[in-house]
């Protein structure tokens, strides 16, 4: 496959669409990551933007969401015989809610995988919510040309992934593991913009405050150890002060994940760094 063997070393794009996902940042990140990034530790992984970019040479990657890591796990370890479970789900309403009913608790690591990819494509707008018991309860998207994978894709995300550790929990978990030197990359749930602008629902646990002072603490030990840091989160005063006296850089991001058009517009977003 020599198209295959060109783009091995290039950014590659997601494989699934996630809220908070940083897609669109990348061109204005450029400036703003590390001259050099051998290895990366990356807690909030969703959709794995900036990793299929940076392209380390080793990494730990982590989230809370276990639907989510079991999807890279396998997409890491089985990455044919995922292409081969693909290739049983259609695109119809009545499939969509028949597959979204089911435990994945029940199912095997393959099959939780093809069906978490599935839910995420045509599932409407390419949201993953679930509500307090965990249970995924987006409707159907009606994407009636919407293609489930691309095979290339999905093989040179694989091989990214083998040189990844693939880890499911609190952010602190894979902070654990960090050595000075190391790239971290932390992109949170953002702090909301206002008491109704909430949304933290990517796993049934809440991410406030506390969560977001446990974090600022951890920014600034990760800094002591020397480690290179770089966050993102929205714009409010709140996150302003928690990290005062570090270098902060305002950013465009255009909210992609909203169920109306008019709330897609361009937002001013931080960029916390503890380097120039």
């Known amino acids: 496959m020599p198209d295959c063997h060109r783009k091995q070393n290039l950014p590659l794009k997601p494989l699934i669409k ?55 796990r396998v997409v890491r370890d089985h990455p044919v015989e995922l292409l081969a479970d693909l290739q049983r789900h259609v695109n119809t309403e009545e499939y969509y809610y028949r597959v979204r009913s089911l435990d994945p608790a029940q199912m095997t690591s393959l099959e939780r995988a093809s069906r978490f990819l599935y839910l995420n494509k045509y599932g409407y707008n390419g949201l993953w919510r679930v509500n307090s018991k965990g249970i995924h309860n987006v409707p159907y998207g009606r994407y009636k040309n919407k293609k489930l994978v691309h095979e290339q894709d999905l093989i040179l995300v694989s091989a990214r992934l083998k040189k990844t550790r693939i880890l499911c929990g609190d952010f602190s978990l894979a902070l654990e593991e960090t050595e000075p030197g190391m790239f971290v990359y932390l992109d949170p749930p953002y702090h909301p913009l206002s ?21 600022a603490r951890a920014f600034q030990n990760l800094d002591q150890r020397g480690c290179r840091v770089m966050l993102s989160n929205s ?17 465009k991001a255009r909210r992609a994940i909203n169920c109306k058009g008019e709330g897609r517009g361009l937002l001013t977003e931080l960029v916390i760094r503890n380097y120039h």
């Not at 409010?236 to 005062?244: H, N």
């Open 18 to 72: 996630w809220a908070g996902g940083k897609s669109r940042l990348i061109a204005q990140f450029l400036f703003l990551f590390p001259v050099k990034v051998n290895f990366l530790v990356e807690p909030f992984f969703g959709g794995g933007a900036v990793f299929l970019h940076l392209n380390p040479t080793g990494a730990i990657i982590s989230d809370k969401n276990e639907e989510l890591m079991n999807f890279y």
């Open 195 to 215: 008491e109704t602008a909430r949304f933290t629902s990517y796993t049934s646990d809440s991410f406030g405050e506390e969560e977001q002072r446990r974090l």
């Open 235 to 251: 714009d409010t005063p709140f996150i302003r002060e928690l990290y005062r006296g570090y270098n902060i850089v305002e950013v």
